[in-house]
């Protein structure tokens, strides 16, 4: 006899979760995309005091991201670390672990298998919705396979596939039930497309910010000093 139990999550997102996402920016295909995406980043992580992973989809962005903040976190008494630049992956993740300061840069075996519980990880960026490439002959053999089998390649397949990564990149945050911190989405599409509303559906209710940088960032900087035990990471003034 097969049994099925459901259990309700152990988490209450909505008191250890703030998503902040910013409704003005360009898209990812926009021109600017990529230099907001930095300029915030770089606010985010003074506002965090470290303590923050930066997930990026792209090795390019990532690369050139890293390149342009490393010398102002540095000024800021941050320790900026890139994925593969600065050492091997468990390297890396026992920095986080145990230097308060340190703001991560990393690819897609960041998004999943990370676990950083308490105030050493206490941000969570993800700099772009995690979409596959379309034309990447692996997705495209997979979506040609999901039309033959009589099915939408896009509903049955490449959003499903993405809404699972954003809620990996997302669960890389709250780890524990005393956990508490902020995720910033910087990436628009999750307010201005209709998918995004799959994208919502698919996570547990938190506290959100839909508002322009200016106000996730103010709404940021106090959920992190009003955090157990995390009071003073957050630095001062932008």
């Not at 703001?103 to 700099?127: I, M, N, Q, T, Y």
């Amino acid at each position: 006899m097969v049994r099925e139990a459901a259990y309700p999550s152990p988490f209450r997102l909505t008191e250890q979760l703030l998503l902040c996402v910013p409704r003005d920016f360009p898209e990812p295909r926009q021109p600017g995309f990529d230099s907001a995406v930095t300029a915030a980043l770089g606010d985010i992580c003074e506002i965090a005091g470290g303590g923050t992973l930066a997930l990026f989809t792209s090795r390019a962005r990532m690369e050139a991201a890293f390149a342009e903040l490393e010398a102002r976190l540095s000024e800021l008494g941050l320790r900026a670390l890139c994925q593969e630049t600065s050492g091997p992956r468990w390297w890396l993740l026992d920095q986080l672990r145990t230097h308060d300061n340190t703001v991560l840069f990393g690819l897609k075996s960041f998004w999943e298998g990370v676990d950083v519980p308490g105030a050493a990880l206490r941000c969570v960026v993800l700099c772009k919705l995690p979409f596959a490439v379309p034309d990447d002959p692996i997705v495209a053999a997979r979506m040609e396979s999901v039309t033959r089998d009589g099915g939408d390649p896009w509903t049955d397949y490449y959003y499903p596939e993405a809404i699972l990564g954003f809620k990996q990149g997302l669960g890389r945050l709250i780890r524990r039930k005393t956990d508490r911190g902020v995720v910033f989405v910087l990436d628009p599409r999750l307010l201005s497309r209709y998918y995004g509303r799959r994208f919502f559906r698919s996570i547990q209710r938190c506290a959100l910010v839909r508002d322009d940088l200016a106000a996730c960032l103010e709404q940021a900087r106090s959920w992190l000093a009003d955090s157990p035990g995390r009071q003073g990471h957050a630095a001062t003034g932008l």
